[in-house]
């Protein structure tokens, strides 16, 4: 399964931005519901920001980012996207898209950078 990343920018603070990933390959035994969204910033742990929405899975949002970030999925096209909104500079990570809880190979990710 390959997972590629895409949408990530440089904002100011109170800006938006939507990211994409891509699900291809071979999906064998990946169920793609369980595919969410992490982040990785610098000196933190990579930590999950958001998952489900479908395939009976609840929506689950980190504390962090409820109220401002919206995942969503498309299963026939197998992408996830994740609209990011009234973004803060705590934002600021490499954003990734993987399944949860048993992750995957991890692909690129995409920047987000956010200035206040």
């Known amino acids: ?3 590629v990343e895409s949408g990530g920018g440089s904002v100011q603070a109170g800006g938006s931005l939507r990211l994409s990933c891509v699900v291809s390959g071979n999906m064998f035994g990946v169920n793609f519901n369980d595919i969410g969204w992490y982040r ?18 609840p929506t689950w949002y980190a504390e962090s980012v409820k109220g401002r970030f919206i995942i969503s999925r498309d299963n026939s096209k197998n992408t996830l996207a994740l609209q ?4 803060k500079p705590d934002d600021t990570a490499i954003y990734f898209c993987n399944r949860w809880p048993l992750a995957l190979a991890w692909g690129p990710g995409t920047q987000v950078t ?3």
């Open 40 to 57: 990785w910033a610098p000196g933190k742990e990579r930590e999950m920001v958001a998952r489900g929405g479908s395939g009976g899975r």
């Open 1 to 3: 399964v390959q997972l």
């Open 114 to 116: 956010v200035s206040s």
């Open 84 to 87: 990011m909104n009234d973004l």
